[in-house]
């Protein structure tokens, strides 16, 4: 029973048809399941979509194909938004054994099975990034937000060295609701959109570069110390993360 | 000109109270005025207000009483909302020399004076924080906060060792529309909150502990490594960081 | 001549079973013995399991398979218990040639063989681990604490994420006479745990996460400044250093 | 009602001095109590030692002399065990305000007042520093836990350079339950220690030294890299930490 | 005898004012008077104006004032031009007795004093930096390259957070013939200005900032990892060797 | 339309054989032309050349051959000089599909094709590598000098534990009109070298040593660090981006 | 003409047997001889025996196979001693062409060819390692120091955590000239034998370890910071450098 | 009873005027001696001069002036030299308390008392230092290593900027048996004057210098990855372990 089950039965109830009594023993049947299933290796989180809108996404990395498709088995299983993300061939292949319908995103690196009814968040999530290099870390937020139920505008490779390809297009930038803005290298580029607009800005910094970007620190470090007002930063290469902070945002 | 001229501007034209000709003679003119003012160590934003929401803040820190005065007695001669974060007593001194109705903030250290029109967020922000050390940071980004125009829920020293004092207050973590949690040592408050509520969450590291803490780094690093969805994470100690993008979520 | 050699020996002379005279002489041969073996690479500490309870484990990182074969086989020559960590699947087929019944943990990446008499620990060693990435750690550790006469309690991927998980095993987790807790990423859970418990608290980082987790320095951190007391630390991945730090307090 | 109370009440009803309905009321009442005080800025844990075995301690770096004597007051009104760490002399002045039989350690930097029924601690906890400048961590240490209720034996400046001063004391070593050892520099002490012993080892790093020691960070990393068995590891001047973790182990 | 003394010298002969071989005697003269001289605690460099064009400069940090005034008498004396950088108010008064003309510019820190016949540079440098906090810096670049025949364009606070104040200058920026860039935090600004000029960029990160700024190693990294192309970085707050490298480009 | 272009444009003018209004009409057009052409994943800045000298050259690292070549494509079609950096085998193959002309420098990793008019630099870039290993380094430098129009003087295997060999090339070194030093390990070359010359020396750090080099950042904070006047830095194995500021001012 | 020949010839001209004309000649010759060889890539440092006792010695990383061949030809023909360090297999393969007696260590990863008179050591060298892991970096200083004319004495697996390992062997250590101590993990073993000795001690740490080893420094840090008199420190793994210094000091 | 006394007395033997049941006599009442004095702060090592040449030094940081008096009286009581290193001017008024003939060196702060026989070093320490802000630590250096035994010849301020300050002195650093090189900043000095010179190099970084140089990690990074052999690395400001190590070096 996630969120839009819990409102249809509450209209259901106000519109007179259904019982309360009825309702409520729905209500405490679903309350009495476990908010979690015990797989031994892991602890399925079912509650989490009446939580926090979301069902629990599955991290592809330092787990086998086998547990990943053993979780995912049970997510499909109860009708919910499939999302694993850093995903590599083989393990698509091990989902795709559970969810036959679940689609790989190459470039995203990501794997996604729309079920149930996701909300539609309200205004439109812009994308942008500095290089073509940044592309990965783009598209597994862009994947994530729009599976999350958000309307996404891609505006890809406006670094900072040749500005004028982003200045061209802040009209586009200004209607955005939410704005995510992913760069490795320097990561000057989130302070220079977020000193062009009034929406909030997610910055994502990527391991893109090499020498002393040390993986993506600097960028980081660049975005952590923005003189800029309205950034916040997530982790390095995290797209997931960042697309979820911004779809929450832009649900409000 | 801020939005809010703007606006009202704009509905007198719709009203019928103001000719389109000289609605236009005015846009017109508060176009042509500079967009900064020169001061020659300082080029002060003055369109801040209508591209961002609210007007140019200084950091009071790096800078002279002497620089700090001169910038404030632009913004507030320009009837613009003032604040200096980071400021000590003396630099209050000097600020009082321009601005006498500007209030001290001692335990946020910042100088606020409210001036203009700022329009109210929809929702409350709730600032959790985890010990009583990290009071200074949690109180700039209170004053913060509410000189942009929200309202503030504050809920202080909820540390994760002894978690039953904010699961106690779950209801009301839940009803904020966004949350500002700040945490040294750690930092690993933010994770438990975000785990708990579908508000977008703002973490402010705070360089509150000792030794391995490395100035707040510890506590940084908790944040952006985070397992829990729904999390950005501000510079460390930058209270204000956080309740500037908390403001600009809580008035979408 | 381990303890518990020692312990009968002594025993058969308090019972009358042994003369003073013949004891003192098996004692002085033990003690003539050499206290390690020396096999030019490597000098085997043949008296470790007199001295600390436990004979001398082989880290199976940087040793090549013969190398490591070729201690096993003096250890398991001695009648004692042989464990090798971090050992990949060509290290058990050299070790298997010294010692057929040994034992490979794939999952824990160990080797084992139990000889001799384990004295068995007091309690129960609960072992918790954060998240289903953090298992190879959370079974070295398993595996070690079971080899050196310990029960164990496993209880995976309860992290703060889905704090619901945890709560719901306090009466377990209170049960336990020394808490090992796994985690990567933030590494909050030691934190949570250990606000619950009476019991001491091993904390083990795992290189489980990416970008700023620095191969588990986030975590390691998080561990180090947690605000929560009865906490102490190992080094990231060590779940064998964990282990053995609760056996020996479980065996007080 | 910590847990001395909460036995001697079930003691009573089993020895039928007391009702079970009266001592039911009696511990329902405690419920009901609130788990902690709200003063708004600290929300002091009034259920802690109840929970861990001793109350809430105060770290006196962040907060005001007034802040700390206002949650000291509070513990101290409940009868319970007061410590106050790193705090300089004008705390112990506003403390002894609200407590005057506190009693200030200068060289620990700590403030302590024994109250209530403490419970005794099983064997000796040894502590041991390599040098003279490590004193005050050790001494905070030595404070914490006989406040406690442990039985301390001191063995100070036994570094490694001269490895006969510590030797020499094998014996008294050996002898104790549980052992501490203090070092900065390249904290190669622990290891040596650990070496000799059955007993658990807490290292403490401390923040002697200069140049490459980087505040504690060198001792540190020599302590979690330690190539002996059973020692773990607290942060960096943490002597407060390593006594807790200890005293924990002591009382099982 | 100077690069300018040596070629007046060689002009006289040319113009056959001066004979050859009374040239040649005082080439040779000048050639075996030591190319240093001797104080002990410091050896003069006399020969580096000759070798690089401007005469050995003092850096005013980790020397007494009676040293810094010794080894200025030595420069003073020999009619060389004389800068002191980090200089303290207590170093001016010692320069001041062994060269009464010397001038303190106390937003640079720097001592100078003009002397000898220094060539002009070619073009115009201009000097931008970020923020107001970054004027110690700037001007310790700006008093440092006047010293060395500079003309200098300032253009102050034109961070990229407001990005319209310095495109807005896009003209005097690009009639520079080398551009000096000083920023803090997280250091953005050089690469904006790179990617609008064909002049060299002379990067200087500051330690303005906090937190995560890292004493100036956010800025440095951007700038080290620009996505701009024609940038070069010198170390953190260095401003006058930002100016000396600038001054070698615009002597060419 | 490049610089080039532009100024035989604007001679005909001059000259009288193009009218002027026809000369307006072709400049007007080309201003109209998009400063950049989407690719979707790329937006290639066809202004670069006219802004900076030269066209965007294409980091050969985190992109597919496909989009490398397609973005080469471009640049090629348009008469642009073809530089992509960083380049394996497979990405030469894939660029040789639409420009059969390139080269590939399997040394410096680098895929050049000369086109269009590039103007000379004025002087000579002298390349000075420390030792054999910092080659990769030392010739993409050369081979991006040398396409962006400069004569080249390599000055290989002079690192400064045999001085002699870089002491005995004094005349060559100082008759260069800018120095690029390359080298790894301790990094001390550049200083050494600076102290001898009066040009501006550009130090690349390399990745080259093991241990404590910790992937150059020992030579890169060495360089930082120099003690010698009139040094930059760029980023660790950034031979490209040295090359390009040593052309950009050898241009001037 | 290394110093031995050098020797031999100015004992002849003592001697009677060598007119002070002929050999003045022989000097004569050998001085205009180029003190190094310019193969383009590598300047081969030919004088660096007469200056230092060795032949340059080659590191076999960062080079191609094909260029180390090169350069050992260039000392093999002078008659000189070879040494390579770091070199896999197919680089003696390349070798071997050039110097068919060349011998390959495969445990130290070391070429050598023992060529011309090497003066021998005075003492002996005594070399201690940690573990059986550290048993690469060991025997690259044992097979260096041989070849530089010192007797060598192993002493390996001795490491703290089992220290009558050690303490068994005080006579053998204490009759050693030069102490070189390899050790991994924390580092402490060259505290432990600096105190028991009063030659001088060379610590050469290893990247022996995991987790928070951070690849050696953990090592190095503790082997800086020993409390211990009489230590100095060489690079992560650097076997080869710490040989040197102790041959240096042993041929004093 | 010092490795003097032991020589001298055991001469007599050989020469007869001491009956060896005499001699027998005194060595064993001085083995019986405790081999340190107990303070309960401090355990002083009283046979470090017998084992290591040169009594216990005491370091002046971290301890209280009393604390440093106490420990100094029982070694001048001894009639052992002293040496208080980092000694302020409040400890040398303590120490005179108690040792009124020692003396204070304010350049390198440091107290000694020369008693005792010292035996002398066989050649001359040469210490050089790259600028006039390293006297601290080279005088910190030439103040323990004169006490020690050893003649020292001072060469200050001939850092590689300048390199021709350095190359004019080859003979006089030629002539050293051992060579002390202090440096900060980059640290390049060491490796330039190991490449001139066969005796050993002793390498102390120092932490001068700012932004980069990060305390002397700069200049400590730059001397471990030293291009030339025969340089060994202690401490950051570590002055007495430079000359510790030189002094034993130079005694055999």
Same mark, same amino acid.
């Given at each position: 029973?996630?969120?839009?089950?819990?409102?249809?039965?509450?209209?259901?109830? +106000? =519109?007179?048809?259904?019982?309360?009594?009825?309702? &409520?023993?729905?209500?405490?049947?679903?309350?009495?399941?476990?908010?979690?299933?015990?797989?031994?290796?892991? +602890?399925?989180?079912? !509650?989490?979509?009446? +939580?926090?809108?979301?069902?629990?996404?599955?991290?592809?990395?330092?787990?086998?194909?086998?547990?990943?498709?053993?979780?995912?088995?049970?997510?499909?299983?109860?009708?919910?938004?499939?999302?694993?993300?850093?995903?590599?061939?083989?393990?698509?292949?091990?989902?795709?054994?559970?969810?036959?319908?679940?689609?790989?995103?190459?470039?995203?690196?990501?794997?996604?099975? =729309?079920?149930?009814?996701?909300?539609?968040?309200?205004?439109?999530?812009?994308?942008?990034?500095?290089?073509?290099?940044?592309? !990965?870390?783009?598209?597994?937020?862009?994947?994530?937000?729009?599976?999350?139920?958000?309307?996404?505008?891609?505006?890809?490779?406006?670094?900072? =060295?040749?500005?004028?390809?982003?200045?061209?297009?802040?009209?586009?930038?200004? &209607?955005?609701?939410?704005?995510?803005?992913?760069?490795?290298?320097?990561?000057?580029?989130?302070?220079?959109?977020?000193?062009?607009?009034?929406?909030?800005?997610?910055?994502?910094?990527?391991?893109?570069?090499?020498?002393?970007?040390?993986?993506?620190?600097?960028?980081?470090?660049?975005?952590?110390?923005?003189?800029?007002?309205?950034?916040?930063?997530?982790?390095?290469?995290?797209?997931?993360?960042?697309?979820?902070?911004?779809?929450?945002?832009?649900?409000?």
């Amino acid at each position: 029973m996630n969120t839009s089950d819990l409102q249809k039965l509450l209209a259901s109830v +106000r =519109a007179g048809t259904l019982e309360p009594a009825a309702a &409520s023993d729905q209500i405490a049947a679903a309350m009495r399941a476990a908010p979690f299933e015990d797989l031994g290796f892991a +602890r399925v989180d079912t !509650h989490r979509e009446l +939580r926090q809108g979301f069902p629990e996404v599955i991290l592809g990395i330092g787990k086998t194909p086998a547990q990943i498709a053993a979780i995912a088995s049970r997510i499909v299983g109860r009708g919910q938004a499939l999302l694993v993300t850093r995903a590599q061939q083989d393990v698509y292949e091990a989902v795709r054994g559970v969810a036959p319908a679940a689609t790989y995103h190459a470039e995203a690196r990501a794997i996604t099975l =729309a079920q149930g009814e996701i909300p539609r968040g309200r205004g439109t999530i812009l994308i942008a990034c500095a290089g073509t290099s940044d592309l !990965h870390v783009a598209e597994e937020a862009a994947v994530t937000a729009e599976l999350m139920g958000n309307t996404i505008d891609r505006l890809y490779d406006v670094g900072v =060295a040749g500005i004028h390809r982003l200045l061209v297009e802040q009209n586009r930038i200004q &209607s955005a609701r939410v704005v995510i803005v992913v760069a490795g290298m320097e990561g000057a580029l989130p302070s220079v959109v977020a000193g062009l607009v009034k929406a909030p800005v997610i910055a994502v910094p990527t391991s893109v570069g090499y020498g002393a970007s040390f993986g993506g620190v600097a960028a980081l470090l660049g975005m952590l110390n923005s003189c800029a007002n309205g950034i916040a930063v997530v982790n390095i290469d995290n797209g997931f993360g960042g697309a979820t902070m911004a779809s929450l945002i832009n649900h409000l």
